[in-house]
């Protein structure tokens, strides 16, 4: 099974309506339409689904090396507000890999590629083999 195909069973993204754009070793790219169930009482998108989108990203590109990766600390910092019709995209980016521990970092930005906000987690690589193959050069 491919690692897009795994995600793709992830049944609180899907919810989200967040779809998997791009997948390759050490980087994923994930994009989210913002509707008005993602909306807060202000009318803007919720931290929350923010914060989703970009988790549902760094899950996908730390699980593309061959062992299982689980976050273990995120921060997300919010820099502009969003509102429905909005397009969300996601990149995920590896900035450092050791034999149990990865962190990344997640930019999120608008259509219009406007920084919306910055990600940061650190996983812990399990010995574990996915029940995916991961991601060759």
């Known amino acids: 099974m491919d690692i897009a195909s795994f995600f793709k069973k992830d049944r609180f993204a ?39 989108l970009a988790d549902f990203c760094l899950a996908i590109a730390a699980n593309t090396q061959g062992k299982m990766a689980v976050s273990t600390q995120a921060n997300i910092q919010f820099i502009k507000g969003s509102v429905a019709g909005d397009t969300l995209y996601a990149e995920a980016r590896e900035r450092f890999l050791h034999k149990s ?17 910055l990600f940061q987690a650190n996983v812990y690589r399990k010995d ?8 060759s050069e």
């Open 14 to 52: 899907a919810a989200a309506d967040i779809r998997i754009e791009e997948v390759r070793k050490a980087y994923a790219r994930c994009s989210m339409k913002i509707q008005d169930k993602h909306l807060n009482a202000a009318g803007s998108t919720q931290g929350g689904a923010v914060f989703t």
């Open 101 to 117: 521990t990865g962190v990344y970092q997640v930019e999120v930005h608008n259509q219009h590629h406007e920084l919306i906000a």
């Open 128 to 135: 574990l083999i996915p029940p995916f193959e991961p991601i």
